[in-house]
């Protein structure tokens, strides 16, 4: 068998392209790209929405992990205001704060996790450019307690007084417009420190100025900070411009964590509380009404079966009316409540609300109709129109233009105000010659099969739905047969999951059936570093022969299937914890390489057996040695031509023209970390490579015509997406097009202008 294979090898080696140059050569020229958004329609958490108090239809989103968006009226759509940022931590928004006095002028809070450095960002020009400060204490935009707020407060009356309710080291002040920033040292809590384990900590949550406590230019001396972490009282309050501090007594008890605020004209401050910080894990809470100016508390809180509170929006034209969303209610389902007489009495508007999300029918997730929604944090009325209530969910946001019809029992509609925001994790994606342009796999989402780039798709990855999609490849010869894999969907925001993690498609990726799971063959059960929990077949990831027939499920112990997953045989001769690739023409050869030992393994059988075969040219990889459910796998296969393969490596990028016998550096002066192939350049028969990768200082897209021995950056300053890049995909049917995904900012696409 092994002398079988070696000869195969051989043959292929007979089918080389010509010489390959080994010695970088000059950056070539940039051309000029257009980048835009693959359209899917928001699809993450937003915590947070706050509107203009100066100027009508002026808004600001913050999301977790994919920076922050302005609506812009005139346009009519949401504008990213952080693409041209290359620091992906400043991507995590913990709070953000419209200036109440001039509409130019905003302020963000930044900072995805704690170890990430935390910075105060201003802006003179609604967030088209930033000045960025660093500051001592950290953040945790995409951390537990990233719906609390707003952290962040401008004082109304003299806007260079800015107040930062920070999660470990206490409240900061600045007094020179978000310059320059301190800790308050008179507050009387100081913060808990950064923890030392996975846990976080809520620390103050929310600031809040009375306007009606000070004069134009002259600091308001009336504020109140509510407090997130465990502490006998929820709110503290200063009356004379912070110098000092006061608990406000009575309220609610004390393991509850005040989450957000807001305070009507007459100096009602209703809060809402929750037992644990959220998004998840809220299990109880209440909503309170504080009457600041006799200090009375009353207890509010609407009907509770489960879950607690967050959201929090008051009417500033009318009184008394007030509206707290639920978080955790999973059943029957969060809601938003309504109040008309200061909580006296509520409704809810869930049970009539009408949704059409016929813009992004994703929502649907394979349902008659969307669910109402859940991780309702932000909860915002637009300040110059009582009917304009907007709320989002774990996965986009929606605004109603009726809400007082729910005073007269009758039903809201509801739509998805998400034109422009594409704040998604994009795992995997695929680019196959033949039907949808493109295939993505998302976090939480699932996935979708993208016919028009400029549309929410209608293809949404489901039968099944998988929570994530973390590998999808297609059969090189027979690309309409396409296998994908992940992790099973928990049931949020769907119904009638069936726990299924594999999945195949014959229609390009159209529709999907679910694919049978292999029993743990002998021996497969072995714990590994990889394998911890003996969860063996979720995230495994799955690959097709070329010609469609033969699916390969790379478990501990690999396995394949030729009848499409209703049995399953181990892969002989091939060790275990190794992941196989497919070549894109040959559809009895499969390569594998052991990062550990250097050994190289091939099969030209479609996976049933593999030998090793002696190699060459390869350095030491051990240090290169993916995880075993990595996506951006670092092998990979060239379409269209057998034996042809790539190997990503920190050694540098290497090329083989045998099957894998051979291996040769190709030096073009670029670090390569994830590399695939586009159409042909004109006149060439070989693909086009884009690749991510660092050339010099600057970490980029680019994109080679001659086989890696030059590259040229293709995506520029303006477009840099805090560089959080996590796979790539040429175009074979459209020259130049590039697909890249990114962790927070969706899909973005570039092609020659």
Not at 431 to 446: A, K, Q, R
Not at 594 to 614: L, N, Y
Not at 636 to 643: S, V
């Amino acid at each position: 068998m092994r002398h079988e294979i070696t000869r195969r090898a051989a043959g292929v080696l007979a089918l080389g392209l010509g010489g390959l140059a080994t010695v970088g050569q000059a950056q070539a020229a940039a051309p000029t790209y257009r980048w835009r958004n693959v359209k899917v329609g928001a699809g993450g958490f937003i915590p947070g929405i706050v509107f203009s108090r100066v100027e009508p239809g002026l808004a600001y989103a913050r999301s977790d992990m994919g920076g922050a968006y302005r609506f812009d009226r005139g346009a009519n759509r949401w504008l990213p205001l952080q693409d041209s940022s290359p620091l992906s931590s400043d991507f995590g928004v913990e709070s953000v704060a419209a200036d109440p006095v001039d509409a130019d002028v905003v302020h963000m809070a930044v900072g995805v996790h704690r170890g990430d450095p935390g910075a105060m960002l201003r802006s003179n020009d609604r967030g088209q450019t930033w000045s960025r400060t660093e500051v001592p204490f950290r953040m945790g935009g995409n951390e537990d307690g990233r719906g609390l707020g707003e952290r962040l407060a401008i004082d109304p009356n003299d806007n260079r007084i800015l107040y930062f309710g920070s999660r470990h080291d206490g409240l900061q002040r600045s007094t020179d417009g978000g310059r320059t920033w301190g800790r308050v040292d008179s507050f009387p809590l100081q913060g808990l420190g950064l923890p030392t384990g996975r846990e976080t900590h809520g620390g103050l949550s929310f600031v809040i100025f009375d306007a009606r406590s000070g004069t134009r230019g002259e600091a308001s001396r009336t504020l109140f900070v509510g407090v997130a972490d465990p502490h006998e009282h929820a709110l503290y309050r200063s009356d004379d411009a912070g110098r000092t501090w006061r608990p406000v007594a009575g309220g609610p008890r004390a393991e509850l964590s005040a989450a957000k605020a807001e305070l009507d004209m007459r100096g009602m401050l209703y809060v809402t509380c929750t037992l644990g910080i959220g998004p998840n894990g809220v299990t109880d809470g209440s909503v309170w009404r504080l009457d600041t100016n006799t200090g009375d508390w009353t207890d509010i809180t609407p009907p509770r079966p489960l879950g607690g509170f967050m959201g929090v929006a008051v009417d500033h034209k009318r009184p008394g009316v007030i509206m707290v969303s639920t978080l955790n209610r999973w059943q029957p389902g969060d809601t938003i409540w309504r109040s008309t007489d200061d909580g006296q009495s509520w409704i809810s508007l869930r049970e009539a609300a009408r949704h059409d999300v016929s813009a992004t029918p994703f929502l649907n997730w394979g349902n008659d109709k969307p669910d109402f929604g859940w991780w309702i944090a932000a909860l915002a009325l637009d300040p110059f129109d009582s009917d304009r209530l907007v709320y989002a969910t774990g996965a986009t946001v929606y605004q109603t233009r009726n809400l007082s019809a729910a005073d007269a029992g009758r039903p809201t509609d509801w739509k998805p105000w998400v034109e422009g925001i594409e704040q998604t994790a994009v795992i995997t994606l695929v680019s196959p010659p033949v039907g949808p342009h493109l295939l993505t796999g998302f976090g939480d989402i699932s996935g979708f099969a993208h016919e028009d780039l400029d549309r929410s798709p209608d293809l949404q990855f489901t039968t099944p739905v998988f929570a994530n999609t973390n590998q999808i490849d297609y059969a090189g010869l027979a690309p309409t047969v396409v296998v994908r894999s992940g992790t099973p969907h928990e049931g949020v925001g769907s119904e009638g999951h069936d726990g299924s993690t594999l999945a195949w498609s014959d229609d390009a990726g159209r529709s999907w059936k679910p694919l049978g799971r292999p029993r743990p063959a002998s021996g497969a059960t072995t714990a590994s570093p990889d394998n911890p929990r003996m969860d063996l077949y979720r995230d495994a990831p799955i690959t097709v022969s070329a010609n469609g027939s033969t699916f390969v499920l790379s478990t501990p112990q690999t396995v394949w299937s030729d009848d499409r997953g209703a049995s399953w045989r181990p892969c002989l001769g091939l060790p275990p914890l190794l992941r196989p690739v497919a070549d894109r023409k040959d559809s009895g050869l499969f390569y594998a390489l052991d990062f550990t030992t250097g050994d190289w393994f091939v099969s030209v059988d479609e996976a049933r057996s593999f030998a090793p075969v002696p190699m060459r040219g390869l350095p030491d990889v051990s240090a290169d040695r993916p995880t075993w459910r990595e996506q951006a796998f670092p092998l990979k296969a060239t379409p269209g031509h057998d034996g042809d393969l790539w190997l990503v490596s920190r050694s540098g990028l290497f090329h083989s023209r045998d099957g894998g016998q051979s291996f040769e550096r190709v030096d073009g002066g670029l670090r390569v970390e994830m590399l695939d192939f586009g159409k042909p350049p004109a006149g060439s028969p070989y693909p086009a490579l884009f690749a991510i990768g660092t050339q010099g200082a600057v970490r980029g897209v680019f994109r080679s015509d001659d086989r890696g021995r030059s590259w040229m950056r293709v995506n520029d300053d303006q477009h840099e997406y805090g560089r959080r890049y996590r796979a790539i995909a040429g175009d074979p049917r459209v020259f130049g097009r590039v697909y890249v995904a990114t962790d927070g900012r969706g899909v973005v696409y570039g092609e020659p202008a």
